[in-house]
């Protein structure tokens, strides 16, 4: 519904879901967002282009111009985000453990029952 802003290196991306990212022009990582929501939202939400200029990112929704610092965007990144390599790297090692839980589970009932038939 607008078009992206570039300005030093960060690509600035106005959504409908309310939100302003920020994500670096080079790789595409997400190194942000802001949410912005209006007071007033009209039946016809209007968005307009971000446009960046010194430390400030200038966006509209209806009737209402936002001045975010580049800054907050940053902060708002609680914690890093890793490729999808890297996520079903991990999710294929918590498959194998919970695998060997299971076969070292169903062991130890066979051998407690094979004891039991031995000792009676």
Do not use: C, H, Q, W
């Not at 309310?18 to 080079?26: E, G, K």
């Amino acid at each position: 519904m607008s078009s992206p802003a570039l300005a030093n290196g960060v690509v600035y991306i106005n959504s409908t879901d309310f939100n302003l990212y920020a994500l670096n022009a080079s790789t595409g990582a997400k190194i942000g967002n802001f949410t912005i929501i209006p007071n007033n939202l009209s039946e016809s939400i209007r968005f307009s282009s971000p446009a960046v200029a010194g430390n400030m990112v200038f966006v509209g929704i209806d009737n209402t111009l936002f001045a975010i610092e580049v800054s907050s965007f940053a902060s708002s990144v609680s914690s890093r985000v890793l490729p999808l390599s890297d996520y079903l790297l991990i999710l294929s090692v918590i498959v194998v453990i919970a695998i060997l839980a299971v076969a070292f589970i169903v062991y130890n009932k066979k051998m407690r029952k094979s004891k039991k038939r031995a000792s009676t």
